[in-house]
């Protein structure tokens, strides 16, 4: 497998304010990305996707950029929640239908 | 929808048994499902991918026969850690890559199954 973490970054958002994760992917030839959020004890929740053709793609208050060049994903969250508090994973697809993970972040949300 | 279930979320074990987990696509059928391992504050880690009526494929440096993946149907697969032992507990999460209707790309997680192995 890729990208196994040792240890998770953590990131220390104050609620309101806006969160940006980050991620670097191994493969140059994957072509489909997904971020997910994973809260303690719970499997990972799909947030949003983007495909190799796109360098940015938006949802309900989450955006995701994707620079090729330097292999570099990240996760924009606007108005951050306490709600958003999880570990956060950037997945990439480079092999078939298979996904691998990023070390992951630790969001936490300070009311 | 694309709803994928687990059971059980949590076991508890003797070392030297066997344990059995089930991974089912509730309201899709997923042609392929995938076996992930996650340690404590780690990433997940891929085991396998299982293919509905065929053998699965291993990720290098997993025992396939540890870990014994059977897809049955379009809707379930199991992992079945034989002979487990502590080096073996850790949250076992699957996921199901839908097919038809829904996005083929995207992969559906289940609620992850704890194994403790005393």
């Known amino acids: 497998g890729e990208s196994v973490g040792l240890h998770l970054p953590t990131l220390s958002v104050q609620e309101g304010d806006n969160s940006i994760i980050n991620c670097a992917y191994s493969?140059?030839?994957?072509?489909?990305f997904i971020w997910y959020k994973q809260e303690s004890g719970k499997g990972p929740q799909f947030i949003i996707d983007?495909?190799?053709?796109?360098d940015k793609r938006q949802g309900q208050r989450v955006t995701v950029l994707l620079n090729k060049t330097v292999k570099h994903l990240s996760l924009q969250i606007a108005a951050t929640q306490p709600g958003d508090s999880a570990v956060y994973f950037c997945?990439?697809?480079?092999?078939?239908?298979?996904?691998?993970f990023g070390t992951g972040t630790s969001l936490t949300v300070i009311p | 929808g694309a709803v994928v279930s687990q059971h059980p979320s949590w076991v508890i074990c003797k070392s030297g048994t066997s344990v059995k987990i089930e991974c089912r696509s509730l309201?899709?059928?997923?042609?392929?499902m995938f076996w992930y391992r996650q340690f404590p504050k780690q990433s997940l880690m891929l085991m396998a991918t299982?293919?509905?009526?065929?053998?699965?494929?291993?990720e290098q440096g997993v025992e396939k026969d540890k870990f014994l993946i059977n897809h049955a149907s379009l809707t379930l697969s199991t992992l079945t850690v034989t002979s487990a032992h502590p080096e073996d507990s850790s949250f076992y999460i699957c996921?199901?890559?839908?097919?038809?209707?829904?996005?083929?790309?995207?992969?559906?997680f289940g609620p992850g199954t704890r194994l403790t192995v005393l």
């Open positions: 996921s199901a890559r839908a097919g038809g209707r829904i996005s083929t790309d995207t992969q559906y």
């Open positions: 493969n140059s030839a994957s072509d489909y």
């Open positions: 983007i495909r190799s053709n796109m």
């Open positions: 997945a990439e697809r480079f092999t078939g239908n298979q996904f691998y």
């Open positions: 309201d899709f059928q997923a042609t392929t």
């Open positions: 299982s293919n509905e009526g065929s053998k699965a494929t291993y």
